[in-house]
């Protein structure tokens, strides 16, 4: 008695449960992550030797290096984003899927579907991380190395330690949830706050990041110079 019967069934835990698959493949997909970033070469954590959960000067050789930094708001912004992208693009899905309709309503759905609607949730935040642990990858490779320090104010940027990595995925994982608590209004309020605070701050934000690496403006990076 007390044991949970059936094949789907590991040390009491139900794996055939809604929330139990997403949550393997996150854990895997940043383990995955972290250890290919240290495969290419990235430090575990700051080479000064300190460990520190959160620097707060963007234009410090610390920048990059520890859990947390000035950066690490865009990456929250990441997970604002990938929530309305995802939710827009399987929506749009259904509806071709079904011939239009809009789906369903959370009050009128049995307990079961509303655990398999929660999955389809919880998946989708899977895709959301892998969008970000692909950036992390990207981020990281020596092309996009030498157009930061080519291109912006990055100028001594040498790439993430795998303990600012593991910070970024956190914050995009923390903005997806957010995004979801708060519905697109409030979600498009955060967003424009968290860049002007970010703007005032070290004169850089996300959008601003994603101009300069696409189209570098000299006149911007000037301003941007400390």
Known sequence: MGETSGTNACCGVRLDRPGVGPLVAMLALTIATLVTLRAMGRVAFC?????????????????????LDPYTPSHFSHGLIFYFLILWATRWAARCRTGGTT?????????????????????ALVIAMAIEAAWEIFENTPFVIDRYRSVTVSLDYSGDSV??????????????????????????????????????????????NVVMLLWPIEAVKQWQMP
Not at 49 to 64: K, M, P, Q
Not at 105 to 116: A, I, K, M, Q, Y
Not at 175 to 186: C, E, P
């Open 163 to 208: 303990t600012n990595s593991l910070g970024d995925m956190i914050a995009c994982w923390a903005g997806y949830v957010v995004a979801r608590r708060l519905g697109f209004v409030s979600t498009l309020l955060l967003f424009a706050g968290l860049e002007l605070a970010t703007l005032a701050w070290i004169k850089d934000n996300l959008t601003l």
């Open 103 to 123: 789906g369903w309503r959370e009050d009128v759905l049995s307990p079961t579907r509303r655990r398999w609607e929660w999955a389809c949730v919880t998946w």
């Open 47 to 67: 080479a000064c030797g300190e460990v520190r959960v959160f620097i707060g000067n963007a234009w410090s050789s610390h920048t990059s290096q520890h859990l």
